[in-house]
């Protein structure tokens, strides 16, 4: 049995054995007592590159490996590398690593691990870069251009021009000193045409912006005429542009066909809109015909709104009534490319589908949608009233075939509006019975225009002085559409002109909460509280309105009276002051800052706006009137006679400015010129006592033989006086006596008078102003008026809608 059992030999190899074999070249312990390793590393045998592994077999590979066991001989060179898993024998043996990785034998001499060498300390500065060199200086040098173009063109977005030109230039002195210090260091063919390029572009477009025009079409010609600049023919759209501005047409012409000639047929929308350009420039020169070419080219390949509507201009210029109407079809059948009003309406009850809704509504792709159609709206509403009188033999048939078409078009909606411009083309033409029929067919249509249609009527009997039909209209515009401000502001303007402030106020309000940009509705709610004798509340409303319309004169004025109402006169010549800045020529707002620094005793100041509103409207009674009293103050009354005189052309009817010439005659000490007014006063009015005294005094004074006259006529004239004055009297008395006649039980008339009476009266007594109907109004009453006509002037009137 124990024959079956092989012992091994000692000296037979182990199936294990070798697993802490290792080369020998792997030994670094004693390395440093290594006289060939050491020799090898002095020398240069120690620097040849490593040689490749070699398997066994090889002469390399045959040298003896040695064991843990065996005695480790000194490693004689440097020669190849141990093979892990390499065949021995003839027998493979497991793969095995002599260590762990990051493992190394001085840790156990008390070396910390430390794989990334991180105890050596902080890695040296970097080199510092040697600015002094040329090829840095060039580098700062490009950057400062860049910035310098970059800081001009902030400038022209900021509006600084004058900034924006001074940094261009800058930036173009900077590059001609980067590209002559590149000429120096001789690396001139390394020249950055790009930025050459953005200098001398961004500089032209500044001289243009700047309105130097020779400088922006010289430094285009630099660019243009340089063959390295690449696409450099599309700069000539700009000077184009330059001789459009200059009015030089043919030659922005010429440039739009140059730039035309070397643009692609690829760049489409480029072309398009250079000969939309050439078209505009033809119709300045008034080329129609060629325009219409261009604008024809564009309508068959890009059609747009913009070219239909300068076609339509063209053929009607042109007198073309056929091709007027095709155009017209043209422009309505023009495709919008914006989404249709059903997609920004929720559709179902889903939230999120909802919340995108809400966030596109009115993003700004959605505001430029409603800008693009208003625009098409507004050139199709333009094209209709202006071609409708030439289309047809009357502008009603022209209005009716473009409503037709419209209707028929994807712009349904602006059939109505061109029936509401129909009437208003009627109320132009002074036909208002036409305006009113053609309103009144809305009043079975639908709410919205319904509405329209009543408020506009509504505002034409109001203009009319038919307050019942305006307020029965205004009703009706109100029921069918409650949210409509036009229509409650005639409503209010209704009301307050029967009286009844309160009620129209409300209406007013009501207008504001609905449309709180309604500033129709607030100046009318700020004029009821000014006759409610609210005058704060009205100032708030007039501050407000004001903050809307900063340059309205009306608010200014309005503001102005308030303050004067007020007590503050500082304030409101303030207002003034700013409402003259807005309106220079307004005579009424110039009287009345010459009227509140007379009240404040300035003078000089009231002299110098008063002449103003004289120069400006010299038949303002009240004006002329307190220039000439200024005049005789101040003791020149021979330049009073002068305003006298021109009262006396505007109201010759009245004595008084006769008798104040004649009166600035006498002063003057011109006796002879004072006695032929005084006599040519006393033919018109023979019966004037103040004429005939001033007659008496100057003949006595001058010795004249006409005094005799004078006086007798004076004193048959005073007697006349007191006999008129007892009749008035014994008049007043008998009719006093009637009345209380008459209450006691008198059959006769209270009014009745004897005929007799009535001859006598008609024979004795002639009015020197001449007859009741023609006699001019007294100063107080005429200033009243004066300044009800400026109050209706300045904006004192309800607006209505």
Not at 69 to 83: E, H, I, K, Q, T
Not at 164 to 184: C, D, P
Not at 453 to 477: I, K, V
Not at 620 to 641: H, M, P, R, S
Request: aromatic content about 10%; hydrophobic content about 35%; proline content about 4%.
């Amino acid at each position: 049995m124990m024959e079956r059992v092989h012992l091994a030999a000692e000296e037979e190899d182990d199936l294990y054995s070798g697993y802490n074999d290792y080369n020998p070249a792997f030994d670094t312990d004693d390395l440093e007592n290594d006289a060939g390793f050491q020799q090898a590393v002095k020398t240069s045998h120690g620097r040849r590159p490593p040689v490749t592994a070699k398997i066994p077999g090889t002469a390399i590979g045959a040298r003896p490996l040695g064991t843990s066991f065996m005695s480790r001989a000194p490693l004689s060179s440097s020669l190849g590398r141990p093979m892990t898993g390499a065949l021995q024998d003839g027998v493979s043996r497991p793969m095995t690593a002599v260590r762990a990785a990051g493992y190394s034998s001085a840790m156990s001499r008390g070396s910390a691990f430390d794989p990334f060498g991180q105890s050596k300390g902080p890695a040296p500065p970097l080199e510092t870069k040697n600015e002094d060199t040329p090829e840095e200086k060039i580098k700062i040098l490009e950057k400062k251009v860049n910035d310098l173009i970059e800081e001009s063109c902030m400038a022209h977005s900021q509006g600084d021009l004058q900034l924006a030109l001074e940094k261009a230039k800058e930036a173009g002195r900077k590059e001609r000193a980067l590209v002559r210090q590149r000429e120096q260091v001789g690396t001139s063919e390394h020249v950055n045409l790009d930025l050459t390029y953005s200098v001398l572009f961004n500089l032209a477009n500044q001289y243009a912006n700047s309105e130097m025009y020779p400088e922006a079409l010289n430094t285009y010609q630099v660019i243009v005429k340089n063959k390295m600049f690449s696409n450099a023919g599309r700069l000539k759209v700009n000077m184009a542009n330059i001789y459009f501005k200059q009015k030089n047409y043919p030659k922005a012409i010429k440039f739009y066909r140059m730039a035309l000639d070397q643009i692609s047929s690829a760049h489409k929308e480029m072309r398009i809109k250079i000969m939309q350009n050439i078209g505009v420039v033809f119709v300045k020169m008034g080329q129609y015909s060629d325009a219409v070419t261009s604008f024809e080219h564009i309508m068959s390949e890009s059609p747009n709104i913009r070219t239909g509507f300068n076609l339509i201009l063209c053929y009607y210029a042109t007198g073309d009534r056929e091709r007027m109407k095709k155009a017209f079809q043209k422009l309505i059948s023009v495709p919008l490319g914006i989404d249709e009003e059903e997609r920004y309406t929720p559709a179902n009850d889903d939230p999120h589908s909802n919340l995108v809704i809400e966030a596109i509504k009115n993003d700004q792709l959605r505001q430029m949608e409603r800008e693009r159609k208003a625009l098409a709206e507004k050139f199709i509403m333009t094209s209709a009233k202006l071609i409708a009188p030439a289309i047809e033999a009357s502008f009603a048939a022209g209005f009716d075939w473009c409503v037709e078409m419209v209707k028929s078009s994807q712009y349904v909606e602006l059939a109505n509006d061109l029936e509401i411009n129909k009437a208003i083309t009627y109320l132009r033409q002074r036909d208002f019975n036409q305006a009113v029929e053609t309103l009144k067919t809305f009043e079975k249509k639908d709410s919205r225009v319904k509405s329209a249609a009543a408020t506009n009527l509504s505002f034409l009997y109001f203009l009319e002085n038919d307050c019942d039909q305006a307020e029965r209209y205004a009703d009706l515009a109100m029921s069918a559409d409650r949210y409509n401000p036009a229509a409650l502001v005639n409503k209010g303007n209704t009301v307050f002109v029967k009286g009844d402030y309160e009620k129209a106020a409300e209406f007013y309000k009501e207008a504001l909460r609905n449309d709180s940009s309604c500033t129709e509705a607030l100046y009318n709610v700020g004029l009821t509280y000014k006759k409610l004798n609210r005058l704060e509340e009205a100032l708030d409303c007039f501050l407000k309105l004001h903050a809307i319309l900063r340059n309205s004169a009306q608010v200014m004025y309005q503001l102005a009276s308030l303050y004067e109402m007020l007590e503050d006169p500082n304030q409101a010549i303030e207002w003034l002051m700013q409402l003259i800045s807005v309106s220079p020529t307004d005579p009424q707002a110039l009287a009345k800052l010459g009227e509140m620094y007379d009240n404040e005793g300035d003078k000089s100041q009231a002299f110098q706006y008063y002449y103003e509103a004289f120069r400006y409207f010299p038949s303002n009674i009240d004006v002329i009137e307190w220039l000439g009293a200024y005049y005789i103050d101040t003791q020149f009354c021979e330049k009073a006679i002068m305003y006298f005189e021109r009262a006396a052309l505007i109201q010759p009817t009245h004595v008084k400015w006769q008798l104040m010439a004649a009166s600035c005659y006498r002063r003057s000490g011109n006796y002879q010129k004072a006695l032929y007014t005084y006599k040519d006063i006393h033919r018109k009015f023979p019966e004037n006592v103040e004429c005939l005294r001033f007659l008496v005094r100057l003949c006595t004074d001058m010795g004249l033989k006409e005094v005799q006259d004078y006086a007798t006529k004076l004193k048959k004239v005073e007697k006349m006086k007191e006999i008129r004055e007892q009749r008035v009297k014994s008049g007043r008395e008998s009719s006093a006596r009637g009345r209380r006649e008459g209450s006691a039980g008198s059959v006769l008339p209270e009014n009745r008078h004897s005929p007799l009476l009535e001859q006598v009266r008609d024979a004795s007594y002639v009015d020197p102003l001449g007859p009741q109907t023609e006699r001019p109004k007294t100063a107080a009453k005429k200033r009243s008026e004066e300044d009800e006509f400026a109050d209706e002037e300045l904006g004192d009137d309800l607006l209505p809608e």
